[in-house]
């Protein structure tokens, strides 16, 4: 793979990647995350107790909210606050988050406890999703740090199962490349977004044909690059939480 | 394969599909399809012109709305009219709907006309969006014969460039299984929707670890099952449109 | 009456009425009905107690919910739960539609459970909300028998005092006419939804002059005919409700 | 009939009725109007022009809403502007006041204008719906004389075509009554709203079974207090329409 | 200050003012209060107990809402009712009467009472929001007499601190007024709202540059005006309340 | 002035004040502005034309919106986009934005071009309203720059007339206090936001009484320290608009 693009990357290499651990003061956990120009604020907020519904059932919760800033985009979009109501993307989006993160959570080991996942985009240029699940990872496990800490996670419990990471690929002009900016995925044929643990195993594919159908063999090649991708990924999120927090 | 299933079906066996055609006396084309007990009554409604932001474009529009009534679920669902708001799950079908049927229409050969598809859930039992898929697909074939007879389309134009269909596979007990009934859904470690063409291409796919995640082996053993559905699940479209409508 | 109508009918007569019971294969009640080309599915779900504020009242609870499918009607509706909010003609029906069944029903009898009628309407030619409260009937009926069979409602209880129908009147081009289809009901001067027991006493009378206000004896011509239709509508209930369930 | 009532009256006596005509100093035209204690504010709000779908009809347009202030009623009621949605109860009386005022207005001698009649309940005792449409047929001629004077009625067009007013009737203890005060309508068995012209037809019978169904008898006396009243309320808008205003 | 204005006034000098108190039989207190053509309904709501999570608190609750009849103004406004949301101004103009109110009652005297002040513009003329904190006072004031009467407050409490009014002032041609009506409002430089306690307290100044920004020597001006106002005002609430209930 | 404060400011100091000025690659302007631990992104979006109802009045139009992210606060907040509606204080604050912005804005010279202000609290730690005006201010300015460069503003005009920021004040046990963090602002008898122009004209001024009413006395001593806070702001504004963009 020797195509070059737009910003000099190869097909297969990820756009700088950083992520601001602890950016809040507020929030129990929390990372200001980067995939080159798009940037979110992810915080996870920790809460005693559980929905009503699931009271005495022994488990934890965990969900996500996503948003977008009105301005993060290139031209100004209207607040879903303002409209009243919710988009589909965004539904989407914030669900594909929650189940995400839910997957590497023992929720029996987390105890009758609560976290919310925000995800915010203050700049998009492509992949918000994909770096909203790889930073709110982050956010969630020092959150689970400050529940074991602030003992409403039992001491030797072991609710973080795996990491989970996500990153999005597709096919500009018949070559499979690795997380697209927001120029590159207007162009893409077809648009894949993979949520893989740190252990390479799949939590969700979502691949879907923008332009022409694709037929097995892209599907393969797409694969192959996304779990290329997420291994570094799962590298970035782990030298992060290595950090003195 | 040799697994049976609660309904005796084999693992790669598909439930009993109908389609009834042009059930409705009012709308441009449709279909009441069922996969075993779940029935979908599918519309399309044809109008000449197009949203005013696509006036001038020479282009046409396709578009999908899902809902359930309240007790085609086995206790009473609140309707989202009540409500006030349309729920998340209810926007990702719709959109999902909506991107799959015009993966297969040539847009400029439609020209300035707008399809909508209404997918309405009379009776659920699992597999609701892929038959809803599946059935729009004769509706909107019908409604697409309707615009050439009433020349809003041009004669020889040929808006249809394919086929398409869905159908769900999953893991259940390690076992991947085709077309997944409610009982079997909601005990399965890993759940997949794929929509493909008539020739084959895969148009989307999205598959989900509820459960445990999924390794690359599993994601091919789905894959190749969903493959063989979708050519059974062609074969009965086609049966349908043959009929004298 | 010798005055033929479109579709050949006399001004006294019902169109055909058909009535298939148990539908829904979750429901605990259920009727498709048809008035013509108009068809209804008409479920009742009982649910073991009442709302909050009726606790420890002894007495039960039934309410409606009347809707239209988008493409129900010739050209197609937007969904009241896309734009947000229910409308008024909808509002005003569902309440017909509850008190209609509600005064046929000994609540005391009932017992706390509820009764939650949906009646949507796949298709519509005219007199929905009459045909809608004949159905409704017939699922009611079924739904209480389920709560008899499941020990909610008293073995010897009685809590339907009287059965329910209902049909449309009005006063085409100064002739008063049972029943009236869609393109009758455009150009009736007054229209009149008459709402009857089995023993022929009124539950509602709604009458509206849509051009000349109506006098004293044309009131009287129309509750005339309305009377008489009700007779067969009730005699077509009690056909259905004695199948073998 | 020479039952008397809580408040002395006799079954068919009106409650003392009065209309301060041109109340508002904002309005074309306005009456603040009492049944007893019910009081309510009619405005008539005259416009030139009318909605974009009617443009170059020739014709007007006349509609009504109804609301209630939330300290109207004995205990206080949420406003629906809070509560985000308007209710069942307030469509249906809106819908019932524009009905009624159009019966007697000739659109095409209104000519392209509109019409807004607004029914604010200042005060709840019963009857309110009828004191709407009572008080809002002054409010109206008022509107439709100012439309007249500023010359966007044509000076020989007849845009009132009768006069239109409004009573309920109702079944207590087995006598049927006139202008039920709030303590009776609760307990009536039957209620009905009777709108009938100065002439003396009928605009709109609305009569629901509370209680036990009712039968012709009973119909036929409730009509006949009904059109005794809506005699004395016709005289009373004549009155008050003949002060200089 | 001898300026003129268009009804004649001295530049502080109040328009006429008129309370007359326990207008509605309903409420526990409430006002129809004047600012000259300005014409608003207080009515005070008296409920015992708080909202949930006020309970044992051994305090109560005072609260506001505020809303214009659609023709209290020149032009009709739409209902914020039929738009399913409530404005900004709407809002602010709230939770402003909410906490003038509140700065005069001692809520440990309230005891564990809610009342809510409802403000309803019945015909405006500027200085609505100043007429309804004015008239709102006379209606809690009686209020709290009936939750004395009632037992609801303990006979020796003393929930009322002080009394509160407001009034509005502004800066129009470069002459600093008292009392704007709407056609000086619109004209004014400057817009001041100003809401004092009986003893001469400021509880509230809220004063918008509309025009130009204004010096230190303007704002003091306007201060001095509007507390001259507000001792009138306090005189003619303490004449109302002294009236025979 | 020698009371010292938690975080050790005396009463008269300013928290620390940063701006970082074209913190966003998408906005035409954008400014990181912290108060303290306050801080929010502001951004400036430039559009080319004004609404409807001002096209061919020759004048632009500035607007703002206000809006806290769920976790700027100490403990998770709701979305109002779930909420599905705006609070009372979002619009109240948003308004004032707004207003005050526009204050320092010729919008002849401005010309057929809007400005929306986005104003972000990423974290919360008091006075994000008077943060919001100060950071929003330097936005505009840059947005302002990029519409001359695009010669969406002719050369020689001078839209901007003034600069402008905002500084809150309070009483804390009889201590006027400037700039006040959330603890201090809670604990606040009296709590007033000033805003002002560099010129130190007033545009706004809203001062309530939180706790017990404020005399003149008070009032005068908070109008010094705001005016001698807002000198302050007004040279850190300059210093990051002096530096290269």
């Not at 406890?113 to 990872?137: K, S, W």
């Not at 995925?185 to 252990?199: L, P, S």
């Not at 393969?220 to 570094?232: H, I, K, M």
């Amino acid at each position: 793979m020797s195509e070059t693009r737009a910003d000099g990357r190869s097909a297969d290499e990820l756009r700088p990647v950083t992520i601001e651990r602890g950016w809040s003061a507020q929030a129990e956990g929390s990372a200001l995350i980067s995939f080159g120009k798009t940037k979110l604020l992810c915080t996870a907020s920790f809460t005693n107790g559980v929905p009503r519904w699931m009271n005495g059932s022994g488990k934890g919760w965990v969900t996500a909210e996503y948003s977008m800033l009105p301005r993060s985009t290139n031209s100004r979009t209207d607040r879903e606050s303002v409209k009243g109501k919710i988009g589909g993307r965004t539904h989407e989006i914030s669900r594909l988050i929650g189940r995400s993160l839910r997957a590497v959570v023992d929720m029996k080991a987390l105890g009758e406890n609560t976290i919310v996942l925000d995800c915010d985009v203050l700049q998009a240029d492509g992949g918000t999703r994909t770096a909203a699940i790889t930073g709110a990872y982050v956010a969630l496990a020092d959150a689970l740090e400050w529940g074991k800490q602030h003992k409403f996670i039992a001491q030797r419990a072991t609710p973080l199962i795996d990491s989970v990471s996500a990153v999005s690929v597709g096919i500009i002009d018949g070559t499979p490349m690795l997380d697209l900016a927001y120029v590159e995925d207007v162009r893409a044929e077809t648009d894949m977004n993979v949520v893989t643990t740190g252990r390479g195993l799949f939590v969700e594919v979502q691949g879907t044909a923008e332009g022409a159908p694709f037929d097995r063999r892209e599907l393969d090649a797409l694969l192959d690059l996304a779990l290329g991708g997420s291994e570094r990924l799962t590298a970035i999120q782990l030298a992060a939480l290595a950090e003195v927090g």
